[in-house]
C-alpha cells in the first residue's frame, strides 16, 4: 500500500493539525430519509466529486477504508492527477461519510472528510472537513491560487449532492 503523505492520519475527525490550512464548510442539501440514503448512495460512489467537475476512478464503489480515489482536475490549460486513499468511511441509519488523504504525486499533503448528518429536525447536512499544505513546487508558487481553487471545490462539493444538485447525474 503506498504511503500518505502526511502524517496526521484521521485528524479531520477532531482538532485539526497546526500547520496546515483549515477548511471546515456544511450545507443544508435537503430534509428527510430518503434525501439522506439517495446522497449517502451518491457520496459513496463520488459522485460530489464527479459532479463537482472531477474525472474520477475509484477501486471500490461503496468507498471503504483503503479504497483508492483518483482524481483528474483541469485549472485552465493544467491538468492534474490527484491519488487518494480512503482512511475512513462509515454508513450508519443517521450518518454516512469518508474521509481521504494524498498519496504520493497530489498536488497538496491533505486529508478531507466528507459527512452526511440525519439531524433530529430531519435536516440532512454535508459537512466538509479538511485540512492541506502545499505538497509540490507548483502549490507551493500558486498558493493563493490553489487556495482559491481549493474554496471553490468545497463548495462545489457541496452543492453537488443537494436535491437539485443531486439530480445532474
Do not use: N
Not at 496546515?20 to 460530489?48: C, K, M, N, P, Q
Not at 448528518?117 to 472537513?129: M, P, Y
Request: hydrophobic share 40%; glycine share 10%; proline share 5%.
Amino acid at each position: 500500500m503506498t504511503e500518505l503523505t502526511y502524517a496526521e492520519v484521521g485528524w479531520t475527525s477532531g482538532e485539526l493539525p497546526d500547520g496546515y490550512r483549515h477548511v471546515r464548510e456544511s450545507l443544508v442539501i435537503g430534509r428527510g430519509r430518503d434525501t439522506f440514503e439517495r446522497a449517502a448512495d451518491d457520496l459513496l460512489a463520488g459522485r460530489a466529486q464527479s459532479r463537482a467537475g472531477a474525472s474520477i476512478e475509484l477501486s471500490d464503489v461503496p468507498l471503504s477504508k483503503g479504497s483508492l480515489v483518483i482524481m483528474q482536475m483541469r485549472v485552465g490549460p493544467l491538468k492534474f492527477r490527484i491519488p487518494c486513499r480512503v482512511v475512513w468511511a462509515e454508513r450508519t441509519p443517521t450518518t454516512c461519510g469518508f474521509a481521504y488523504g494524498t498519496l504520493p504525486g497530489h498536488p497538496e499533503r491533505r486529508e478531507e472528510r466528507f459527512q452526511l448528518v440525519l439531524a433530529d429536525s430531519g435536516d440532512v447536512i454535508f459537512s466538509i472537513v479538511a485540512f492541506s499544505k502545499p505538497g509540490r513546487w507548483f502549490t507551493r508558487l500558486g498558493g493563493p491560487l490553489a487556495r482559491s481553487v481549493q474554496t471553490r471545490m468545497t463548495r462545489r462539493y457541496l452543492e453537488a449532492l443537494t436535491v437539485g444538485g443531486a439530480e445532474a447525474s
